[in-house]
C-alpha cells in the first residue's frame, strides 16, 4: 500500500507516494542527498529496488461462532478475512503465513474442528503457499495433528516446528506450544501463561540455522522478546541461537494482539496487531505484506490498524 507524505516543492505543499518521490529525486543522478539529512543515492536506490519476495501476514484471527467478548468479535473473523486474501492475491504474494490463533476454544471437538474447517475454506481461496504456525488457541480441544490435519499443513511438514527456503532465504516456523514439562498442548491440557519451545526443539533449530547458511526469517506465536505471560520461558535461550547464527534477520509473532518492535543484538522482533480486535467495518481489520528486498532489508507493509516498519539488516 503507498503511505502518502507531504512534501514543499517549488514553494507549494504537494502530496506523493513516498515510493514515487524518491525514485523521482533518484533520476537526478550524482551525489544526491535529501535537504542536507545525509540520505544518500544508494538509500535512494535500496528504496526503489524490487522485492525478492511478497509474504504476507496475519495473525490471531480467533474464529468462533460465538458472542463477542470485550473487543474479541470472533464471529466478525470470517468477514475480515476476505478482503485480506483479495489483497495478498491483488499483490501476488509468494506465500502467506498465518501466525497463530486461527481459531478459538468451542464447546466440543467436532465443533471447533468446524470453525477450522469455514474459516480455512476463506483462506484457502489465497492463489499461493499457505503456512500455518500453531497457537495456543489452535489447540485447546485440539490436539497437534489434529489441526495441522484439517487445513492442510501435514502435507508440508510431518511436525509443527520445520523450515523451507524461498527466494535465496530461509524461513523457520517454531511451535512453542509446549508446557515447562515438555508435554505438548493439547486437550484442554495447559494453561496459556506456561508455554515453552522445549531443548529437542531448540536443537533442531540451531542445526537447521547452522545447515541453512541463508539470510533467515523466523515465525513463531508466542513472543521470544519479552518476558511474562506471553513470553516462552527460554526464550533467552532461543534468541542466543538466533543471534550466534549471524543470519537471522527477523523474528514475527503475534500472540500479544498489539504493534510493537524491538532489536536484540542484530536481530528485529516484531509482533503484529491482531485481526480479531473489534467489529467488521471498514477499516477496521489488521494484516501487512513483507516484503525481502537485496541485502537483507525487510520492510512490513502495514494495513488498517498494522504498523509499517522498515527493518534493515543488522
Known amino acids: 500500500m503507498e503511505k502518502e507524505i507531504s512534501y514543499s516543492a517549488g514553494g507549494g505543499e504537494q502530496y506523493a507516494s513516498r515510493r514515487g518521490f524518491l525514485s523521482g529525486l533518484a533520476l537526478a543522478g550524482g551525489s544526491l542527498f535529501l535537504g542536507g539529512s545525509g540520505v544518500a543515492l544508494a538509500a535512494v536506490l535500496e528504496e526503489r529496488s524490487a522485492p525478492l519476495l511478497k509474504i504476507v501476514l496475519l495473525t490471531d484471527l480467533h474464529y468462533a461462532e460465538k458472542t463477542a467478548a470485550g473487543n474479541r468479535h470472533y464471529r466478525d473473523s470470517l468477514l475480515k478475512i476476505r478482503p485480506a486474501v483479495e489483497h495478498f492475491n491483488k499483490v501476488k504474494a509468494d506465500f502467506a503465513v498465518e501466525l497463530g490463533d486461527f481459531v478459538d476454544e468451542a464447546p466440543t471437538l467436532e465443533e471447533e474442528l468446524g470453525y477450522v474447517s469455514r474459516i480455512e475454506a476463506e483462506f484457502s481461496r489465497f492463489k499461493g503457499d499457505r503456512h500455518y504456525v500453531l497457537g495456543n ?18 502435507k508440508k511438514a510431518k511436525r509443527a516446528y520445520y523450515s523451507f527456503d524461498r527466494g535465496g532465504l530461509h524461513f523457520v516456523v517454531l511451535d512453542a506450544c509446549f508446557r515447562a514439562d515438555g508435554v505438548s498442548y493439547g486437550r484442554k491440557n495447559f494453561k496459556w501463561t506456561d508455554t515453552e519451545i522445549p531443548p529437542a526443539e531448540r536443537k533442531w533449530l540451531a542445526d537447521d540455522l547452522r545447515k541453512s547458511g541463508k539470510p533467515t526469517v523466523v515465525f513463531t506465536h508466542q513472543r521470544l522478546d519479552v ?23 527477523a523474528v514475527f509473532q503475534g500472540h500479544n494482539h498489539v504493534n510493537d518492535h524491538k ?4 536481530v528485529h522482533y516484531v ?13 477496521n481489520n489488521a494484516w501487512s505484506v513483507l ?14 490498524h498494522q504498523g509499517d516498519y522498515s527493518l534493515p539488516r543488522g
Do not use: M, W
Open 137 to 154: 488457541h489452535c489447540v485447546s480441544r485440539l490436539k497437534k495433528e489434529e489441526f495441522l490435519a484439517s487445513c492442510g499443513q501435514r
Open 227 to 249: 518476558g511474562g505471560n506471553y513470553g516462552v520461558k527460554s526464550a533467552a535461550k532461543v534468541r542466543k541461537i538466533l543471534e550466534e547464527d549471524g543470519e537471522v534477520l
Open 263 to 266: 532489536v536484540i543484538g542484530s
Open 271 to 283: 509482533t503484529l496487531a491482531a485481526l480479531i480486535e473489534g467489529p467488521f467495518s471498514k477499516g
Open 291 to 304: 516484503e525481502a528486498h537485496p541485502g537483507g532489508v525487510l520492510k512490513v507493509d502495514g494495513f488498517h
